[in-house]
């Protein structure tokens, strides 16, 4: 091997390291760009089958890889947001989203203005102008997103460079030609290298680049793009691994539907090479590529599309249901909105925290009020019921704050840092309402124990202060869930409230307390109880208080 082999052969990895490094960077800045709204485009397309193949065509286009797409359709299945009805209209769709790559990278081939050469640099010197003096964040978003681009063009050309010498090589034109002669070889090649790179865009980017030196025969070309279309499949297979029951029949609906795809248009094609094998043997261009890219996943789209539901029914027979199901779904608390496949979306794991987050956040509120009846009325039904909750309680915190670490390391616009720091503290806030919610369990024990009951007009002021920590947790939730300023300023009111009726109760019993109108046992636990209600209110006015900041 000479010192120009080794050469190229640094040109070649350098170039593909361009290639794939660029697509991370866009992809990062078409998600930033997006936010939240490929989260409410997802909810809102996938009410029925057919508008979920267009959340899957948007959502790949912004992710720029259909395997990133469908691994975390299986989370989003895994995690119960989504179901298979709706989950197999966004998976046909992700494939016809991916064919984006290739159209990008075949514009070498629409004229010399559009050549990477030419336009290339110019688009990573503004990208990186924008993205060095730029102050606001779309402004750096879209920088990011030029920057990207360029790079990947740059990329594309460095790789061009690298294999255009060795077109007309004895080790090249054999290898195309075998897969040529061989359908099986080339949808193994196609295969492979797509669950390697975990991407048909990157690896039909590749094919591409290779076709624009004039190696790519059409027979060759078309049966490695099958295989790169069913090693798509790879990935999500793989996630499945672990996940419970419908999450698995997800992946395999995702493998079914390109397995059937490649079947069907590996015979027709195989008929058409052998009826014409000058065709077979003609040279395929970087724009044939993407055309045929496209076609095959419409066209295999608009075949299956009417038996989706037959996929869904085939899926369950064929993934066994077990009578003992092992999943954390079906032993008790389990995170429902987060997987950790999820994370390849930022938008759509800082959104399906927050899901998380409320759920603890209505759980915590169910053991405050068990907690304000148990120590009205002695109930030691619902001081049990309080304990076990805080448990729950405990372990949602720990969980989703290891969440949190997890999604914090993503690439995250500077409000969904924000919204991820603040989420921290909410978590902290409602687990100690938890805390105090136990607390108050323990004292409405400590009132069962020494058979201490309070009076009827204590009991109604305790009743109307409740009532007042019970808004405030509701206002702070809502506001937490649905961002307005309107119910983080009727969490705080109702917190004020609190403040001064806590104190006008506190006055009153330390009073009766003075003129032994009352037990002294009564009226520490009395006085116990109100403290406990003010910290309540104090962390729902706090968690109010981290939404106000983020409007």
Known sequence: MSLQDVEMIFRFIGGLGMFLYGMHVMSDGLQKSAGNKTKRLMQVLTKNRFMAVLAGIAVTAVLQSSSA???????????????????????????????????????????????????????????????????????????????????????????????????????????????????????????????????????????????????????????????????????????????????????????????????????????????????????????EIAAFHSIFNIANTALLFPFAGQLVRLTGIMVKKKNADNTREEKGIALRHLDERILGNPAFAVENTVSEVIRMGQMTYESVKLSFDACLFNSQEKIRLVYEYEKDIDQMAREISDYLVKVSGLSLSERQHQTINHLFYTVSDIERIGDHAENLAELAQFKVKNHIEFSRTAGKELQGLMEYVTNSMVYALRARQNPMMGYVTKAREYEEQ???????LREKHIERLAANLCDPRSGVVFLDILTNLERIADHADNIAGYVKNEL
């Not at 059409?218 to 691994?241: D, E, H, K, P, R």
């Not at 609190?498 to 104190?503: A, I, L």
Request: charged content about 10%; some cysteine; proline content about 3%.
């Open 498 to 504: 609190v403040d001064y009726v806590e104190g006008e």
């Open 69 to 287: 797409t469908t691994v975390m359709v299986v989370g989003f299945v895994n995690a119960g947001i989504m179901d298979l009805a709706q989950a197999v209209g966004v998976i046909m769709g992700a494939n016809i989203g991916t064919t984006v790559t290739s159209w990008i990278v075949s514009v070498d081939a629409w004229g010399f203005v559009l050549k990477p050469d030419f336009f290339a640099p110019l688009l990573i010197g503004i990208g990186a102008f924008i993205l060095v003096f730029a102050r606001k964040e779309g402004k750096r978003q879209a920088g990011e997103i030029m920057a990207g681009l360029g790079i990947l063009f740059i990329g594309v050309s460095f790789m061009y460079s690298a294999i255009s010498p060795y077109r007309g090589a004895p080790l090249v034109v054999d290898t195309f030609h075998a897969m040529g002669e061989n359908p099986f070889l080339g949808i193994l090649a196609g295969l492979v290298i797509t669950a390697v790179f975990q991407s048909s865009g990157a690896s039909v980017g590749i094919l591409q680049v290779l076709s624009m030196c004039g190696i790519v025969s059409w027979n060759s070309g078309i049966f490695i793009m099958l295989g790169q279309n069913l090693g798509s499949c790879v990935t999500a297979l793989f996630s499945s691994i672990g996940a419970h029951r419908t999450a698995k029949r997800a992946a395999l609906i995702h493998f079914l539907f390109n397995g059937l795809g490649v079947l069907i248009f590996g015979a027709i094609m195989g008929v058409i090479f052998y009826a014409n094998p000058a065709f077979a043997w003609s040279g395929m261009g970087s724009v």
